[in-house]
């Protein structure tokens, strides 16, 4: 008999297939889909729309601590999961953006953020029969969730994941410019003193180079009942 009520993490690296995976299981089981990644993306987004200087730990603080992120159901068929809205807004996809993707390591470092974020993750986490995704949601937000999985790829394969989902979607793409972000958020999410982006100890790993997504998906199910 399936136990329906588990608390299931997966963290990992950009671009390793995390998000795939996690709407796909979430919706075999029926679970709440939760990308924390989202709202790492908002506040800096956010930021960078006011004009905030990005590296005054401060003030981007506070803003992480008033924003108001409201996630409905998608008003459009273009791929999206969810209309991501703020202040009235529709910023789905401009928190997908280049200029966001090169600054949100820097604003995911800053303690006070991490903790505003944090809280909201955990009280939704903390239901139950929920898929939620990140980096820190095994180690940190749900360290008592029932399973743990760390997804992995190479970073040529991450970046070419990247690059095809963004012309997927008609916009420009350089793989090399890609290669090199990635590489530059890995190195910073790796390394920030809080929270940073390691595999539970618990943790089961997938690495996901070779495998496609039905396959991920198997695995991960089988895990996940
Ligand atoms: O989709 P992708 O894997 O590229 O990134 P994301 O999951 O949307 O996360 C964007 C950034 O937010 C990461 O590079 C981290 O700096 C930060 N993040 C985090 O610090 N903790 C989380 N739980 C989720 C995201």
Redesign the pocket.
Known sequence: MMRQDKIIAI??????G??TLGRRLAERLAYLYF???????VV?FVALARGLDVYDETLITALAEQIRIDVQPPSVQDGRENDIIVDGADVTWD??KPDV?AR??I???YPGV?KA??TQ?RRVGLRGRVVM?????GTV?LPDADVKIYLDASAEERARR?YQERCARGETADYDEILLS?QA??E??SN?AV?P?RPAEDAIHLNSDDLDIEQVLEKATALAV
């Open positions: 963290d990992g690296p950009a671009g390793s995390k998000s990308d924390t990644g989202v709202m790492y993306r800096t928190i997908r993707d949100v390591s604003v995911a470092a991490r974020l944090g993750q995704v990140g980096r820190d949601i937000i990247r990635i958020r890995d910073l999410d920030r929270s982006l």
